[in-house]
């Protein structure tokens, strides 16, 4: 018999949407993230700290220093150093110049030549001593050449060599030839400028540690070769440009180089003054030596 009492039943459960924590999710990112740099910066200190105990120290030690001292008078090796006269109360007979100036305007000329042929040309500044110009001859220089005019009483080029260096020697030889050839006077030829205690000693040739010579380029006190100088001054410049060239190409092939001979030096040098030769081929003149004084 069906119970009179009326039956109870519980209501149905309400499925509602459940509502989404995003700070919580937004709490969980930001702590992974931290962990995540903290284990790089942990990761990137170890390996620093690996790196400097394989490495060791770099110290400065004779050793380390002596291949960099070499280097730099290695590279000296192909560098020519010019050194006109300084002398500004040197002045010229006519012109209202001065030895200083004629002969740093020369020496522009013989670097311009010999830069073209692949050297390293240095010119010596207009105020530096005689102590300081000196001084560049340690560096091992291909070649060391003062270039002059004279004064006195005399004509003519000459060319000071230290007579204790075949090097130097060869390399007055050298400049002298083709000055020597072009000047319209007499010449006086090699003078050995490292006798201590003469007259002909020249500080630059005597206490110089690189093949050096000393060229007088004429005397600048004459009215007639004064004039001369100055109307010459590009193939003077010619003439001692080819002069070292030769010496040069010379040393180079003594040494097992290569050299281009005689005939591409002297083109090299008329092609860097417009083409004008100035002088005949070059010729080996074997000349007594002079005893003139020295316009330094």
Known sequence: MPSTQPSRQQP??????????????????LIFIVLIVILTKCCTSCSKKKNNAETPPVTTSAQTEAPTEATTEASYSSTVYLS???????????????????????????????????????????????????????????AYVAIHTNAGDGVGTDCYYNGNSAQS?????????????????????????????????????SSNQSPACLIEMEYHDGPNVAQWI???????????????????????????????????????????????????????TTTAQGQLSVGN
């Open 169 to 205: 020697k060869a390399l007055a030889q050298a400049v002298y030839d083709p000055v020597a050839e072009l000047t319209p006077t007499d010449d006086g030829g090699l003078i050995d400028g490292a006798q201590s205690g003469s007259d002909s000693q020249v500080y630059e040739v």
């Open 12 to 29: 149905p459960k309400k499925h509602g949407n459940r509502r989404v924590r995003y700070d919580r999710i937004l709490a969980v990112l």
């Open 230 to 284: 100055l109307d010459n001054e590009d193939k003077l410049a010619q003439a001692v440009a080819t002069g070292i060239l030769n010496y040069l190409r010379s040393a180079t092939s003594t040494q097992g180089g290569t050299t281009n001979g005689i005939a591409a030096t002297t083109t090299a040098a008329s092609d860097a003054l417009g083409g004008e030769s100035g002088m005949d081929a070059l010729t080996t």
């Open 84 to 142: 006109p006269s300084n002398q500004t109360d040197n002045k010229f007979y006519t012109g209202d110049t001065t030895e200083a100036a004629v002969c740093r305007i020369v020496a522009e000329k013989v670097k311009t030549i010999l830069e073209q042929s692949g050297y390293t040309v240095l010119i010596a500044g207009e105020n530096d001593t005689l102590e300081t110009k000196t001084a560049m001859g340690a560096n091992n220089l291909a």
